[in-house]
């Protein structure tokens, strides 16, 4: 970010913005709360009333092709446009349509395809809403409360996906998916409220000038910024191995648990409930400490925690071990996706961040699927505890080209080392290489 953007966005930032982040944040938790009611509900209502592995996929593939197809072209708008008013604008096309599937099931019409364009329709929704979050925070946080912040935002969603599931459940058993489909539509309406009346976000620098360029030239230029950036370029590349090298753990663990521990239900669900109270304390952890003064020595440490604990997944005989060895990936991940986020944050320049977080989401919804197509297929030919070996000692060893990338290591510096730099006429600040 140009030192003349950071100045004005912080000077411009109010002194009461621990306010306005409560607000940002409570509204997104209340709507990732409904949309997370009605994401299980979905699933569950699809598998109870098909019991069909075709179906399910069917589901899956319209819950996250849209976004990554959107995310690009989302990324322009968040740069072009204000972007509280494209969250407002996502929450509401998702609001309406799950309304309207509401009262189409209320009067007796739910045939299984509705479910599968309301996938399509949130996803499309979470497209256009994700890179505007990303680009909005560092609007409304002072750079160096950054790192709390984010860490607060992922505590708060582990815990919301750990309740929702049990409350989801809890619904279905005693309601119809219609009342979920309404809670939905009510805890929308609430985010929608607290965003409009009481939240003043300023409108970023770019979304007040005349926008002379098309929707192409725009996503072209966000492209090569990231193409000539050599620290977006690099972390982008980690991030998409590190991605594809997490899927065995992230989707085959409960088919390994099934096969190697017995089929009962209680151990899914402690395997799901382990990883997301692992992911709370480790959000609470970085809020609280907030990593090492450089940023890559904290996913470094991530990553090393995430490889070895994965490998160990693939041969402790004992389940509670098992499950230890899982909550401690849930504590590591906070420590890789919170200094990532931030450090988008802090050296992207404002006006790119909605396409760079936009790229970040295309590659965030597509890694793992892909890794998945690889994986999938193997898991029925060899033991699963082999692939969580394998993957989990490359997680270990990608530590190692963390540490050993020169232009990743001067990236996570604290700025005050940076700045310390220049004045020295030390290196090129990374944040300017390539432009």
Not at 97 to 107: G, K, Q, R, V
Not at 255 to 261: A, K, P
Not at 355 to 375: C, D, E, H, K, Y
Request: charged share 10%.
């Amino acid at each position: 970010m140009r030192l003349t953007d950071k100045y004005v966005i912080e000077a411009d930032k109010k002194t009461n913005w621990q306010k306005s982040i409560i607000l940002f944040l409570g509204s997104q938790s209340i709507s990732l709360f409904g949309s997370s009611l009605v994401q299980y509900a979905i699933m569950w209502y699809i598998t109870l009333t098909t019991q069909s592995g075709v179906m399910m996929t069917i589901s899956i593939i319209c819950g996250f092709v849209p976004t990554f197809i959107l995310s690009p072209v989302a990324g322009v708008w968040a740069d072009r446009y204000n972007r509280k008013a494209l969250i407002i604008l996502s929450d509401s096309l998702i609001a309406i349509s799950t309304l309207i599937l509401a009262i189409l099931f209320l009067i007796g019409y739910d045939a299984l395809w509705l479910l599968f364009v309301m996938s399509a329709v949130r996803a499309i929704g979470t497209g256009i809403q994700t890179p505007a979050v990303g680009a909005i925070l560092p609007q409304l946080v002072p750079e160096d409360k950054l790192t709390k912040v984010n860490g607060t935002n992922g505590s708060i969603q582990a815990l919301v996906m750990l309740v929702s599931p049990m409350v989801s459940g809890a619904l279905l058993t005693m309601a119809s998916i219609e009342t979920i489909f309404f809670i939905d539509v009510i805890t929308a309406a609430i985010a929608i409220i607290i965003l409009f009346v009481f939240l003043d976000i300023p409108v970023h620098a770019k979304a007040l000038q005349k926008q002379t360029t098309s929707y192409f030239s725009d996503l072209q230029q966000g492209l090569t910024y990231i193409k000539n950036h050599d620290f977006v370029k690099q972390f982008f590349v980690f991030f998409a191995f590190f991605f594809v090298l997490v899927a065995p753990a992230a989707f085959l663990t409960p088919l390994q648990i099934t096969r190697s521990f017995g089929d009962d239900v209680w151990r899914l669900t402690a395997n799901e409930i382990a990883y997301s109270l692992g992911m709370i304390l480790g959000g609470i952890i970085m809020a609280s400490w907030g990593g090492f003064k450089n940023k890559i020595h904290t996913m470094t440490i991530s990553s090393f925690i995430i490889g070895a604990c994965t490998f160990a997944l693939g041969f402790v005989p004992v389940f509670w071990l098992y499950l230890i060895f899982m909550g401690l990936i849930g504590v590591a991940m906070p420590f890789f996706n919170t200094p990532s986020t931030v450090l988008l944050q802090e050296k992207v320049e404002g006006d790119y961040l909605g396409r760079v977080f936009g790229v970040l989401g295309m590659i965030a919804t597509s890694m793992m699927p892909l890794g998945m197509l690889v994986f999938g297929p193997i898991s029925d030919i060899i033991k699963i505890e082999w692939l969580l070996m394998g993957t989990g000692f490359l997680l270990f060893i990608q530590g190692f080209f963390l540490l050993g990338s020169k232009v990743l290591i001067e990236a996570g510096k604290p700025e005050a080392v940076l700045h310390k730099l220049r004045n020295q006429g030390g290196r090129q600040h990374p944040d300017t290489g390539g432009h």
